[in-house]
């Protein structure tokens, strides 16, 4: 090893950990998540459209079962047995539980952001899985279900959001 080796892994640490807050939470790429759930009624919110599979709800609640399911694994530092099936993943929403299931997203943020510049990133926790590759797949998971919040959104007639969406 040189004896430049350790402080170009150390600034490609320090790249990754400034990169993936904004996967998390989009704003440059794609729409922030905030801008994504801007404004949304728990009606409009648990309703699903014409043709497609989930609500906006369904959305998020799948997203939070993932998302805490990565951090439990990177908190324990221990892996945990993937679901059965799929559909576990799912969990019914009403519009009643939207509150909840939005507040429990914003939560599940704030619990990642703790574990974003942390010197053992490239430990393995999940079976083969690394922590860091847990928040990548966190950050990507999260990323692919707010494209199609976006997607529900507009069959719904309710995009862009209050605060404007990706439209220049």
């Excluded at 959305?59 to 990565?70: G, T």
Aim: charged share 20%; hydrophobic share 45%.
């Amino acid at each position: 090893m040189t004896d430049t080796q350790p402080d170009r892994n150390e600034r490609a640490q320090l790249a990754f950990a400034r990169l993936l807050p904004k996967l998390f939470r989009g704003g440059q790429a794609f729409v922030g998540v905030e801008a994504a759930l801007s404004g949304m009624d728990a009606e409009t919110a648990a309703r699903r459209p014409d043709g497609l599979p989930h609500s906006v709800a369904e959305l998020v609640a799948h997203v939070n079962w993932w998302n805490r399911w990565m951090l439990d694994i990177i908190e324990m530092g221990q892996a945990l047995p993937y679901p059965a099936h799929a559909a576990d993943t799912w969990p019914a929403v009403t519009p009643e539980d939207w509150p909840r299931v939005k507040g429990e997203f914003y939560e599940l943020l704030a619990r990642v952001d703790t574990h974003t510049a942390r010197p053992d990133l490239a430990n393995p926790v999940n079976h083969d899985e690394t922590i860091g590759e847990l928040l990548a797949d966190f950050a990507l998971h999260t990323a692919h279900h707010f494209g199609q919040v976006v997607t529900v959104r507009q069959a719904l007639g309710a995009w862009p959001p209050p605060g404007g969406g990706d439209t220049w």
